[in-house]
Every structure is written in C-alpha cells, then in structure tokens.
C-alpha cells in the first residue's frame, strides 16, 4: 500500500478567535478556506510548502493539523487527535477581510497609519532588480559586450552605489531585488500585509512617478522613473568623470 507523502497531505490550522489578527500575513492566500467553531478559528487546504513557511511558523499559539482517513492527526504525529470538524466553511477573504484604516491623504507616516514592514519569505520570486557599487559596475562594464547591456536601464544613488533595472542581470555583486508594483523589495523579503501595498503606494507615490527601493530594515527612498537611463559604456563614463568632478 502507497503511503501518503507530505506533500500529499492535506493541511488544517486552529486558533484562539482572540488572536485572529495574527492571520494576517495569509490572508493573501486565496486557496485557503475559513469556518468558525464554539472556540475560534479553523483554516484548511494549506499544502505542503505554506505550512512550513515562515508567514505560518510566526503565527503563534496555534494547532496545526493533517488529514488522512476521516481523521486530523497533530503534526509530526501518527495518532489521530479528532474527526474532521463539520462546519461551513467559505473563502478566505470573505470569512477574514481587512478592514483599512482611514487616510489623511495630504500627509502620510508609516507609525501614525499602518504598520507595514518587510518579513522573511521563502517564496521563489526572480530578482530582476540589483543595487552595487560603482567599482563593481566600472570592472564589469569594461569589457561588457553591448547586447549585454541592451535591456539593462540604471541610476546613480549616490557617489557609490548605483540601481540597475532589466534582465538578465549582470554577474556582478551586489543587493538582488524583485518588484511589486512600485516596490522593489530585497529578494528574500514580502511585506507582511501585502494588502496594504496598493494604500501605500499611493499615498507615497501618487503619482507612480517613482520607484520604492525597501530594505530589510524597513527604510524606503524613491528613485524617480525619469532619472532611469539606458546603461551603455558611454553613459557610464560620462556619469563617472560628472562625479569624478564634483
């Protein structure tokens, strides 16, 4: 007989309805269903990856189940603790929606507001984005064939450090980002509300005339779209003496 394999299973996860606001970093997952017993909160259908992530490890005081045989067993355990519960479950996003705060649209701070910061994450996303330095850059661009540069834009942060935007990436060292929207978020990195971001966005940039670099410290600052240029040999030597000169 075929054993079931973890990646086979069907996950269930119980909380105290008193810490329901502790599901907020899943509430983006659309796959999963809610339904409410006498003492609080049930979610099914997490598969195999969102159980071990680390948005579900942060969530405390919680039980986490798999189903096998009409049964729930306590993770990592082979006895059965219960049947499977009977109650009506629904998506989500309707059984657990966010309620946004009001804004102050003429004036906006991040700890007045809302508390939006960045988490670890272990989802697979391409890093499309790179902040390196100068010197890396100049080794590099040096020798660089110019269809390697051809999709590649870039700016100047500041007398060290550059952004270079495109694919492929150059082979350089450096800081990989990925891009939400107008976020460019360290790889490795979610918001913990991803919800939020679309509020932020445009209270920060209500214009989408920038680019929000964040880092995993939870600082931000804009790089404005119009300062992006094509990166080519000839732009980078002529950026190198403008700042040589200064």
Not at 40 to 47: R, V
Not at 101 to 129: C, D, M, W
Request: glycine share 2%.
């Amino acid at each position: 007989m075929e054993k079931d394999t973890p990646s086979d299973l069907i996950y269930f996860l119980w909380i105290d309805e008193h810490n329901k606001n502790d599901l907020a970093h899943i509430r983006h997952w659309n796959n999963l269903k809610v339904a409410f017993d006498d003492n609080g909160i049930w979610l099914k259908d997490f598969d195999y990856v969102q159980i071990n992530s680390v948005e579900v490890k942060s969530i405390p005081f919680k039980h986490i189940f798999y189903a096998k045989n009409g049964k729930l067993f306590l993770l990592n355990s082979l006895l059965p603790s219960r049947n499977l519960p009977s109650l009506l479950w629904t998506p989500i996003s309707r059984a657990l929606p966010v309620v946004l705060p009001s804004f102050n649209h003429n004036y906006f701070g991040i700890t007045e507001t809302v508390t939006l910061s960045l988490v670890p994450s272990n989802q697979e996303i391409e890093a499309k984005r790179l902040i390196t330095t100068m010197a890396d850059l100049d080794k590099y661009i040096q020798n660089a064939p110019a269809i390697r540069l051809k999709n590649l834009f870039w700016a100047v942060l500041n007398t060290d450090q550059v952004f270079i935007l495109g694919q492929p990436m150059l082979p350089i060292q450096g800081e990989a980002y990925w891009q939400k929207e107008d976020f460019v978020i360290p790889v490795g990195y979610n918001f913990d509300n991803p919800i939020l971001t679309k509020v932020l966005n445009n209270n920060i940039n209500p214009q989408k005339e920038a680019l929000i670099i964040w880092d995993s410290s939870n600082c931000y600052f804009l790089i404005n779209k119009c300062d992006l240029r094509p990166l080519s040999l000839s732009s980078f030597r002529l950026t190198k003496q403008i700042i040589e000169m200064a």
